[in-house]
């Protein structure tokens, strides 16, 4: 979990993806992401925890991101994806 104190270290862009359709979610966060430079971080918004997607990111970006659960509840998920 962030404190707020800790997400100020970063710049964060806000990627709401209950408004994509889910054929084309991942191929929109993978490209989201890669446009990040280091010291900045996507704020991730989803209906359920994506955990497989979780694993490809660690696989495709490995040290260099951080995952960071906001919000954890059934139904709102808010995760800080920081490139590091």
């Not at 359709?21 to 991942?26: G, I, Q, S, T, Y």
């Not at 925890?49 to 954890?72: M, S, T, W």
């Amino acid at each position: 979990m962030t404190t707020s104190s800790e997400s100020d270290l970063y710049t964060t862009h806000v990627f709401d993806a209950r408004g994509i359709a889910r054929r084309f979610r991942h191929s929109a966060i993978f490209g989201a992401l890669g446009a990040l430079q280091a010291g900045e971080a996507m704020r991730f918004v989803n209906d359920h925890d994506p955990l497989p997607l979780l694993d490809q990111l660690r696989e495709r970006f490995g040290k260099h991101i951080d995952i960071r659960y906001l919000q954890r509840e059934p139904g709102n998920y808010v995760i800080d994806f920081v490139i590091v």
